[in-house]
């Protein structure tokens, strides 16, 4: 019979090679009796037989050293080691020093790159923005439209005409109360609206405009003459209720500081904001500002376009007509603050309408006065100039 594959047979573990046995790692312990014959701690293959022999003469050795040695060479021993390992702590410390550096030159080396990057980004962004069309500003301008008591017939369709033009605007109930006008800044609050456009009716005759950016100002009060509303002008022209206007002002309004202000003004009150719900994209009508003699003409136009009568020509024929309404603002003062405040221009050359009725009423009393006069000398002049009596008138009777 065959032997089994799993199983070893005596003569295969003879025959076979000898384990390698672990080797023991003794300590030199010095030498023995201080007889100056160095003894091997380690131990061989051959000698591993007799290990009985060798834990005896260990033994005998560390009997025969005294104790002041092992503690001598223990130190030593231990100084050597602190030694190696501040050793290798310093060349580790230098390593990461040297790491470190070189991080710091590839940081410097990423950061210059990164700031090369970000001023070309710049450069181009720049390029586009001049390339590109001009960003407008978001315009966020309503306007609360409101009067006093008293309001006259012709200045009540002047307002409807006024809120008909500007699609941004808010109409009010009257305001009962004339001397606080500082509620008209609660009021333009509560409306969501930073403008405010006033009439102030006075002897139900005079009307005054009070124009404001609430709430802080600044803000004007105008005299207002020469209304004409829409339908009192009868025009031919007409324009899409709710359509952006065109601002036209005079070259004037850029001569004198205040003058600059109220342009600023008006632009702010009258200018329809694109994102007005109210608005329609169109443009089809202009309003027009001008100054003459120290005083501000308001007209409205009409933008008309008709094809060129000429042949071979391809631009139209741009005509305006007057649909209206057309006023007069003569300036008062300018305040600092909303509907009062300090003055920051006052109008000398203005002449209230109380004092143009009262010179009138005075022209009249003086020419009242100058017929009196003329009555009591006529009637003097005939008495002195009378005829004696004639002694013979009664002789021929």
């Not at 207002?224 to 709710?242: A, F």
Request: some cysteine; charged content about 35%.
């Amino acid at each position: 019979m065959a032997p089994p594959r799993n199983k070893r047979i005596r003569s295969d573990e003879n025959d076979a090679a000898p384990r390698k046995r672990a080797e023991i790692v003794s300590v030199d312990l010095g030498n023995a009796g201080g007889s100056g014959d160095e003894s091997d701690g380690g131990v061989d293959d051959d000698d591993f037989g007799s290990s009985d022999d060798s834990e005896n003469e260990m033994q005998h050795a560390m009997q025969s050293m005294g104790k002041k040695e092992l503690l001598l060479r223990a130190q030593a021993m231990n100084m050597a080691d602190h030694g190696s390992d501040e050793e290798e702590e310093e060349e580790e410390e230098e390593e990461d020093d040297d790491e470190e550096l070189e991080e710091g030159d590839l940081d410097a080396e990423v950061a210059e790159a990164h700031s090369d990057d970000e001023e070309q980004e710049q450069e181009q962004e720049e390029e586009e923005e001049h390339n590109t069309k001009p960003v407008f500003k978001r315009n966020k301008q309503r306007v609360l439209l409101l009067s006093s008591r008293g309001i006259t017939h012709r200045h009540r369709h002047m307002l409807t005409d006024l809120h008909a033009l500007m699609p941004h605007s808010k109409k009010d109930a009257k305001l009962d109360n004339k001397h606080k006008l500082h509620i008209l800044n609660e009021l333009a609050e509560l409306s969501n609206c930073n403008n405010c456009i006033y009439f102030e009716i006075r002897k139900h005759t005079d009307c005054y405009l009070w124009m404001s950016k609430t709430p802080n100002g600044p803000s004007v009060k105008f005299h207002v003459q020469n209304v004409h509303t829409m339908d009192e002008l009868r025009m031919t022209g007409n324009c899409l209720k709710g359509s952006r206007p065109i601002l036209s002002f005079d070259q004037n309004f850029d001569t004198q500081p205040h003058y600059q202000l109220l342009k600023e003004m008006f632009t702010h009150t009258f200018g329809s904001p694109r994102t007005s719900r109210k608005l329609k994209p169109f443009i089809d009508h202009v309003l027009a500002f001008s100054i003459a003699d120290g005083k501000i003409w308001f007209r409205n136009y009409q933008i008309i376009e008709k094809p060129a009568v000429e042949r071979g020509q391809k631009d139209t024929e741009i005509s305006l007509i007057e649909i209206g309404p057309r006023f007069v603002l003569n300036i008062m003062r300018i305040f600092d603050g909303s509907f009062g405040g300090s003055t920051l221009f006052e109008n000398k050359e203005f002449v209230g309408p109380n004092q143009i009725r009262r010179t009138k009423r005075l022209e009249l009393s003086d020419e009242y006065k100058r017929r009196v006069e003329a009555g009591k000398k006529r009637e003097a002049k005939m008495r002195d100039n009378q005829l004696p009596e004639d002694p013979l008138a009664d002789v021929f009777q």
